[in-house]
């Protein structure tokens, strides 16, 4: 089937609730893509973070084939050892709380805030979060997620959220009632714009929380599993949260959410309160403990660490080398590039170009490369990138000069 017509398929069958690139992928191996037409594509932003350790990797896919030559699904009326284990695994690499399997980082947090609310008392039931937040698109977490243009066509809303600036200790104080059942942030906001939580903020959540006998959620679908250099990005903070969410980059490219709560917290979660026909299916639960295998094997901590330093240095050049650039952001392998003008066109520019980055809030672009990236890939993809924006510096001076 030629790319035209795939698309032609979408174009009749699928629905188009999202803005596609006209590339039709067939295949992809660590950071790198191909097409139906044969383009290759280097990708420093590999599934949206979903492909954490890259594409295909190969313990992933050895996992994944066993597994599913053993048993695909088996409902949760059931034992199975994985889940199990990577409960375990999950637990003892964080704060050692108990672990809900679901899908998708959505219902992560939809089964943080419920658990929120059974476990506060029954007058609680408001949630503060932070504007330009992502929580994602059900009904409640669409309502969670501080940004209206998500909002438009859905109101009114699920009662009770309050969205406050981010790193806004007063606003946070002065939305905090006996009412709220907890504070939801993301420890880095991915898309928000790779913003970065302040010790202050974080401290006065936790302070307010304990107070109040709220619940801290700390929502890591973006953050969690490693690509800041921590397996969670809230170890970089001084405090623990309640509540861990985790979604994206857990499965290696399978789907599988997670939430991770205080064992004394998460016992409010008896039968009948909440499940997942699908949630810590043995296929899902397989493909996360290669993950988690794997970046222990390969030292990959280290790597977000080493190579995210790198990408910053690589950057940083570039932003005395060209005004366009701001400033650049982040923690460990996320990184966000602010520019003083609209992104979309560099990144198409860069596509064309065989590199893959993202845009998020207009003028933020995101290079969130695999855990996995080289030095050397992270040098082509910055060559290719330094192009575009030399391309675009002339393009924008002869528009001037005519
Ligand atoms: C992507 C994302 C979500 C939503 O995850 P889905 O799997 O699309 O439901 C929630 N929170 C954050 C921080 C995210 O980045």
């Known amino acids: 089937m030629t790319t035209q017509e795939t698309i032609n398929l979408f174009d009749k069958y699928v629905i188009g609730n999202y803005g596609r690139l006209a590339r039709v992928i067939v295949k992809g191996s660590g950071s790198r893509l191909w097409d139906a037409d044969g383009n290759e594509i280097l990708d420093m932003f590999p599934g949206w973070a979903v492909s954490g350790i890259g594409h295909c990797h190969p313990k992933v896919v050895e996992a994944i084939q066993r597994q599913a030559a053993e048993l695909i699904h088996i409902d949760n009326t059931f034992y199975i050892e994985q889940q199990g284990r990577l409960a375990q695994m999950l637990s003892e690499r964080g ?31 408001k949630f503060i979060t932070t504007e330009k937040s992502f929580h994602g698109r059900s009904i409640a977490t669409v309502t969670a997620t501080g940004q209206p243009k998500y909002h438009k066509g859905f109101l ?14 007063k606003a946070l104080e002065a939305a905090f009632d006996d009412e709220v059942a907890a504070v939801m942030i993301e420890p880095i906001q991915g898309e928000g714009g ?11 959540i936790r302070r307010l929380c304990d107070e109040k006998g709220a619940l801290m959620i700390f929502d890591e679908v973006q953050t969690g599993m490693g690509r800041t250099g921590k397996w969670y990005a809230c170890q970089h903070f001084d405090v623990e949260p309640d509540i861990i969410t985790l979604a994206k980059a857990l499965g290696g490219g399978m789907a599988i959410g997670a939430m991770m709560a205080k064992p004394e ?5 008896v039968p009948g309160t909440h499940a997942s026909t ?19 094997e390969e030292n990959l901590l280290s790597n977000a660490i080493d190579m995210g330093a790198y990408t910053r240095e690589k950057l940083e050049e570039l932003a005395g080398e060209y005004q366009i650039i701001d400033h650049v952001r982040g923690i460990g392998l996320m990184i966000g590039l602010q520019l003083k003008s609209s992104g979309a066109e560099i990144v198409s520019k860069c596509l064309e170009k065989g590199l893959r980055i993202n845009c998020t809030q207009g003028s ?12 050397e890939q992270i040098d082509s993809a910055i060559d290719i990138f330094r192009s575009v924006l030399k391309d675009t510096k002339q393009a924008a001076e002869d528009e001037e000069n005519q």
């Open 194 to 204: 790779i913003n970065v939580a302040t010790d202050e903020f974080i401290s006065a």
């Open 278 to 296: 699908f949630g810590g299916n043995p296929m899902a639960c397989s493909a996360a403990i290669a993950v988690i295998e794997a970046v222990e």
């Open 95 to 125: 704060f050692g709380g108990k672990c809900f399997f679901c899908n998708s980082g959505a219902e992560a947090n939809e089964a943080a805030l419920k658990l929120a609310r059974l476990h506060t008392d029954a007058k609680k039931y």
């Open 265 to 269: 917290i998460a016992d409010s979660l």
């Open 364 to 375: 933020v672009i995101r290079f969130m490369p695999a855990m996995t990236v080289t030095r």
């Open 156 to 169: 009114p809303l699920v009662p009770g959220f309050k969205h406050i600036p981010f790193n806004d200790i």
